[in-house]
């Protein structure tokens, strides 16, 4: 099975811009179809973005237009640009696929302060 690392959280302020990375532990080629997820204290975890082998991309109503996923299959990895940051985007983030898999990533810590 595949393990996901990811990195790039941290502190911002609302409208501010963060990065987020993901390092598979083996070749993600064969894989259809990647995402971010993320959860919020109290609530579930979500799918936010996703990005499938042949470039299409979706995105929750509530990140669209904000958010923009990407995938390099040639370096293993999935990134996350993130933009114009709300305190609602404040979540634990993970990447996976999707559907998911076990075991999840630690994730990486993103607060939007107001």
């Known amino acids: 099975q595949v393990q996901y690392v990811e990195s790039g959280g941290g502190l911002v302020q609302a409208g501010g811009s963060l990065v987020l990375s993901c390092a598979a532990s083996?070749?993600?080629?064969?894989?259809?179809?990647m995402g971010w997820y993320r959860q919020a204290p109290g609530k579930q975890r979500e799918l936010v973005a996703r990005?499938?082998?042949?470039?299409?991309?979706n995105y929750v109503d509530s990140v669209k237009g904000r958010f923009t996923i990407s995938r390099d299959s040639a370096k293993n990895t999935v990134n996350l640009q993130m933009s114009s940051l709300k305190p609602e985007d404040t979540a634990v983030y993970y990447c996976?696929?999707?559907?998911?898999?076990?075991?999840w990533g630690q994730g990486t810590q993103v607060t939007v302060s107001s």
């Open positions: 996976n696929q999707d559907p998911p898999s076990v075991p």
């Open positions: 990005v499938s082998n042949n470039g299409f991309r």
């Open positions: 083996k070749s993600i080629f064969s894989i259809n179809a």
